[in-house]
T-cell receptor
């Protein structure tokens, strides 16, 4: 596609529920990143994919967070048993030739 | 580890120049980037500079890099109210995974 697409754009859920966030990167981009932006904060790195493999999962905050990528394209970030501190904007990006990241509009997660 | 720091807030009048500053710690940084985030939106890449350059100009934007002091700045000439946003600097290290490390962002407010 023309840009990075994320869905849903907004998600409100109850504490303890699982959520799935989806990212569709720019066509042909092999590297994909997930970041998290909490209110008034900078960007926190979560995970990086090269193709379908995730060589760097160092940023995942707990084992409730997981991500996968299939077919070298779409990625899904899953948060199990959501907590209120998981509320944030989850940003996905794919990487261009100069290493620049192209971001989607983000998925705003609110955990009540 | 890598760290990127920015001042939190800058206020200027329309028509003035804005200078947003950033310092980083990773001396192996290869590329440095400036992103703009408008309210409720994702991050938009403004410009980037390779570490062997000391200046890059792109229309109203001028990036200056002092690699010795690990200092990066973004100058916006003739600042407009539409430039009001949060500006993030980011650096990419030379490590294998090449994730971008972001600063906490500088909120630019342009008053008429």
């Amino acid at each position: 596609g023309a840009g990075v697409s994320q869905s849903p754009s907004n998600k409100v859920t109850e504490k303890g529920k699982d959520v799935e966030l989806r990212c569709d990167p720019i066509s042909g981009h092999t590297a994909l990143y997930w970041y998290r932006q909490s209110l008034g904060q900078g960007l926190e790195f979560l995970i990086y994919f090269q193709g379908n493999s995730a060589p760097d999962k160092s940023g995942l905050p707990s084992d409730r967070f997981s991500a996968e990528r299939t077919g070298g394209s779409v990625s899904t970030l899953t948060i199990q048993r959501t907590q209120q501190e998981d509320s944030a904007v989850y940003l996905c990006a794919s990487k261009g030739r100069a290493g620049e990241l192209f971001f989607g509009e983000g998925s705003r997660l609110t955990v009540l | 580890g890598e760290d990127v720091e920015q001042s939190l807030f800058l206020s200027v009048r329309e028509g003035d120049s804005s200078v947003i500053n950033c310092t980083y710690t990773d001396s192996s940084s290869t590329y440095l980037y400036w992103y703009k985030q408008e309210p409720g939106a994702g991050l938009q890449l403004l410009t980037y500079i390779f570490s062997n350059m000391d200046m890059k100009q792109d229309q109203r934007l001028t990036v200056l890099l002092n690699k010795k002091d690990k200092h990066l700045s973004l100058r916006i000439a003739d600042t407009q109210t539409g430039d009001s946003a949060i500006y993030f600097c980011a650096e990419r290290g030379a490590g294998g995974f090449q994730k971008l490390v972001f600063g906490t962002g500088t909120r630019l407010l342009v008053s008429p």
